[in-house]
């Protein structure tokens, strides 16, 4: 995880003090009432998903992420809600899709999800869009 990415996304980000002492906390292993999440959630693909809705929402005054996902070898899917503006989010984030979209291989012809994970981190989204926007990977549009 890039540190000052994170430091970056917050500085810009209009999210509430709290929130973003609670993401710094998390990224440093502490849990916080403003982000919960799915039991079995890792906490590095949950910060992926925090640092892609700061990214993307960088207007909102944001105060409390829930985040259901599930986890796989190379992807992270689910959904999430924000306060104060409950905004809902469909998100798949897939380093194996990524690495196929890059040509991203490893020494014997497969996507190299691991490389791709690390060269775009955060960025590995297949989709992240509310419900209402398109279905079309690569398109985060905020809700009107």
Partial sequence: MNNRQLK????????TDTFKKAVENFENGLDSDCIAHSADSPKVKVLRVIMKLI????????????????????????KLSF?????????????????EKEGMTTWYGQPD?????????????KKFASPETTDKPDQFKAPL
């Avoid at 990214?55 to 689910?78: F, H, L, M, R």
């Avoid at 306060?83 to 194996?96: L, S």
């Fill in 8 to 15: 970056t996304l917050l500085e810009a980000s209009a999210a």
């Fill in 55 to 78: 990214d993307t929402y960088p207007q909102e005054k944001i105060s409390k992420v829930n985040i259901s996902g599930q986890s796989s070898c190379s992807g992270y899917a689910g």
């Fill in 83 to 99: 306060e104060p503006a409950g905004v809902e989010i469909e998100f798949d984030w897939d380093c194996y899709w990524k690495a």
């Fill in 113 to 125: 999800q691991l490389k791709a994970a690390q060269k775009f981190g955060y960025q590995c989204f």
